[in-house]
C-alpha cells in the first residue's frame, strides 16, 4: 500500500519501506549480515577435516548443501532442522543464524528402546558470532 501526499507525490518514507520489503529474500533485516553457502560431502560417514568446522556471523543466512555416498539422516542442534540425505541428490539445509554459540551436526542412528534415537560422531560444528 502506498500513501500519496496532499501534491499527490508519494512520500519518502513510503518509498523506501517499500524498496526495503522488494529485497531478495538473502535480506536479513541484520547490518553486514550476509548470504553464505557451504558444500558439504559425507563420505563413509565423515566429513573432509577442512569441512568440519563453519564460522558465521549472527544474522547470517547460511545455505548448506549436502550430498552423501549413502543414505543418512542428519540433525542440526540448537536449530532443530533434520534432513534425509539421499546419494546423488544434493540437499539444503538453510536457516538463518539467530542463536549465537556452538552447534553440531550429527548423523541420527537407530532408534533407541525409549523411543528416541542415537546420534553419530559430529559431522560439523557450526560457530554463530554475535
Known sequence: MTTQRNDGMISRRTMLAATALSLSPAFTGVA?????????????????????????????????????????????HGYDIEKDITPGVVTDMTFIARATGRFTIEPHLAKTPSGGHAHGDVLVTIEVYP
Do not use: N
Open 32 to 76: 553486514g549480515a550476509a548470504e553464505l553457502t557451504f558444500d558439504l560431502r559425507i563420505e563413509k560417514g565423515r566429513l573432509p577435516a577442512d569441512k568440519r568446522l563453519i564460522r558465521v556471523k549472527q544474522g547470517d543466512t547460511v545455505k548448506l548443501q549436502w550430498s552423501a555416498d549413502r543414505r543418512v539422516a542428519i540433525h542440526l
